[in-house]
């Protein structure tokens, strides 16, 4: 019998499948964070090597039982971080199989399509493009965390709105509606409250949460939440752009949504797939055939 194993590993959890030749699913289990830049570098390695060694002790399997794994995992997409990945994993698990090492993003998209080619979208909390070829090219924009960028996600657009209703109240931007139902979701009683929860206490999970009232707003017709969510809609097509142009040689012209903002926002959604049509006609957005934890398996097959 020939095992495979996957890991899909997030900023606040990661998930463990493995699965034979034929697909069945063997073993399934949740752990903590494998983000090495989500807070404890060690303890992040840690919650990795434990998922997997509580995984063999759960279907009684020697390490070198495995025939192939994928690794994948927020955080993880560089040679330094793979390096790191692959020398704690070597010194605590001794994998003697093939091991592929990968950003989140990438199993994704291949479990989101269901193959090793195409082009995936992310937008929850943070945003992310990449794209992929069948022969393991990769191509990412975006992904630069929420200093650098994440323009689209929950957190831009939330951030957005409370920047530019600041600047609004000094008569610097569009009008808005949105600062009552904002203070109240923060259960604020004056905009000045604000400055604390960007400066002081910014938790991104916190200020992504609150994107929906930036959409709600917006179907209402005002004037500032339109324009945010027509920048993030923007944003989002020039990362889904800068693939594309890097990947000229793409034959699978499919693109998969992924994350909350793509996967429960309908009127983004809408919107950006209209903006998608008009400027690449011949891709197309296609629904999520699985999950990141499927791709990591299948990319574990590969090897």
Known sequence: MRYYFGIDGGGTKSRIRLINEHDTILYEAEGGTTNIYAGDTEAALQNLSTLVLKMLVGVNLSPDAITGACISSAGLDR??????????????????????????????????????????????????????????????????????????????LSHEAIKRILRSIEGRDLKTGMLDDLLDFYQFTTEKQFIGLLHKDLRKSVIASSAAIITEHARRGDPLALDIIERGVLELSHL????????????????????????????????????????????????????????????????
């Open 79 to 156: 040679a330094h971080e793979k390096a790191l990945f692959k020398e704690h994993m070597d010194s605590n698990v001794a994998l003697s199989c093939p091991t592929y090492y990968c950003n989140d993003g990438e199993s994704l998209l291949v479990g989101g399509l269901g193959g090793l080619e195409g082009i995936c979208l992310i937008a929850g909390t943070g945003s992310l493009g990449i794209g992929r070829l069948e022969n393991g090219k990769v191509v990412r924009a975006g992904g630069l965390g929420y200093m650098l960028g994440d323009e689209g996600s929950a957190f831009w």
């Open 240 to 303: 889904v752009r800068s693939v594309i142009v890097r990947l000229p040689e793409i034959s699978n012209r499919q693109i998969v949504f992924s994350g909350g903002v793509l996967e429960h926002d309908e009127f983004i959604k809408a919107r950006l797939i209209e903006n998608l049509h008009t400027g690449f006609p011949d891709f197309r957005v296609t629904p999520r055939k699985s999950d990141a934890a499927t791709g990591s398996c299948l990319l574990a097959k590969q090897l």
